[in-house]
């Protein structure tokens, strides 16, 4: 089982950015997919992208174009770099494998003037 921890989050103005950091406590090189989801306040969590290890990348419709995620397979971490931010983006983001494992905390994100 691999722990999770998730890092960067913090307030940001809508249109601004931020970059989301998840650690791992072992090797994810041969953790196929790694991905991202966001739970907003009072709705259930949803995905958000996926990276699998070779680097190909699929994203939600509501953040393609302005949200990147990355893999670092030597640094065991992935990231999330979220651009042109919306008060929509407002969430706890987690970052999991697929098939998903044990969750970590998250980190909080809001989008607000």
């Known amino acids: 089982q691999v722990q999770l921890v998730e890092s960067g989050g913090g307030l940001v103005q809508p249109g601004g950015s931020l970059r989301l950091s998840c650690a791992a406590s072992?090797?994810?090189?041969?953790?196929?997919?790694m991905a991202w989801y966001r739970q907003a306040p009072g709705k259930q969590r949803e995905w958000v992208a996926s990276?699998?290890?070779?680097?190909?990348?699929v994203y939600a419709d509501s953040v393609k174009g302005r949200f990147t995620i990355s893999r670092d397979n030597a640094k065991n971490t992935v990231y999330l770099q979220m651009n042109s931010l919306k008060p929509e983006d407002t969430g706890v983001y987690y970052c999991?494998?697929?098939?998903?494992?044990?969750w970590g905390q998250g980190t909080q994100v809001t989008v607000s003037s």
């Open positions: 999991n494998q697929v098939p998903n494992d044990s």
């Open positions: 072992r090797s994810i090189f041969n953790i196929y997919i």
């Open positions: 990276i699998e290890r070779g680097g190909g990348t």
